[in-house]
């Protein structure tokens, strides 16, 4: 469970990207985070992963602070960011063996899992290859890999579907969805309304810096007209806020 008590974020000393935002994102649910570009979705996201220190408010993943308990809250997390670019010089192997190392990954049965995992993606035929060689699609998955290699219970994924082709984007899906099932939290960005249609138990809503809702969307169609799409109710939403 992640709940977040009155965060703002402040940029420079001027920019409040995030204002005064509360809401929880419950376990056995995937939630949807969605809004405008600029919105503040990324930095609200790297707040809850301690990568970024919110400026006021409080932050709690499964009771911890990230604030008073950096290490443990950090455990929990696997965390996919927006921007695959990492570790290029690195082969996939590489890569997924060093973040192993980093969250303590047992050396037993490590090798099965991550061939199960690259198996799953269709990277099996590149992880001896440099992240370097790799398309952005390619990235974008070895980045999600390296992500869930050390089974966090709570998953946090910054437009993670972006590039990734049908068979590894209905994969990433599936997983999501049997995480949440086995009782995980699980939270993303995305700005597809289709998929935060398919996908989301809830959605959280966040214009400007503010959230605007929070709840089901059949929550969120209510007060709408039948047969009101999605698109129109969000642009209503984002607009008025
Ligand atoms: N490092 C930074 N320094 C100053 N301002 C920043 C920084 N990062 C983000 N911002 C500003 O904070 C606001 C929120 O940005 P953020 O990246 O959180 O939005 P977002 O909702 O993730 O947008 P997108 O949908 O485009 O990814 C924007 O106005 C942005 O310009
Ligand atoms: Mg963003």
Redesign the pocket.
């Known amino acids: 469970m992640i709940q977040l008590e009155h965060v703002s974020k402040v940029?420079?000393g001027v920019?409040k990207?995030v204002d005064d935002c509360s809401f929880t994102v419950e376990d056995g649910k995937i939630t949807g985070f969605i809004?405008?570009?600029?919105?503040?979705?990324?930095?609200?996201l790297k707040m809850i992963t301690g990568i970024l220190e919110a400026t006021e408010g409080k932050i709690f993943l499964d009771g911890d602070d990230i604030r008073k308990n950096p290490l443990e809250a950090k455990k929990k997390i696997g965390f996919v960011s927006?921007n695959p670019d990492n570790f290029l010089r690195l082969k996939g192997a590489e890569y997924l063996n060093f973040m192993a190392d980093i969250y303590d990954v047992p050396s037993e049965g490590r090798r099965e899992k991550i061939a199960a995992m690259a198996e799953r993606f269709e990277m099996t035929d590149v992880m001896g290859d440099k992240i370097l060689s790799y398309s952005h699609g390619m990235r974008q998955k070895m980045m999600v890999m390296g992500a869930l290699i050390h089974d966090p219970s709570i998953w946090i994924l910054d437009?993670p579907l972006t590039g990734l082709d049908p068979k590894a984007s209905f994969e990433l899906k599936e997983m999501m969805r049997e995480h949440a099932q086995s009782g995980h939290a699980v939270l993303f960005?995305t700005?597809v309304l289709e998929v935060a249609e398919k996908l989301c138990d809830q959605v959280v809503i966040?214009n400007r810096?503010r959230i605007v809702f929070q709840g089901t969307l059949d929550q969120l169609r209510e007060g709408y007209p039948e047969g009101t799409g999605l698109e129109e109710i969000f642009l209503t939403v984002t607009e008025h806020a």
């Open positions: 940029y420079s920019h990207a809004g405008p570009n600029g919105a503040g979705k990324t930095t609200t927006d437009e960005s700005h966040i810096g």
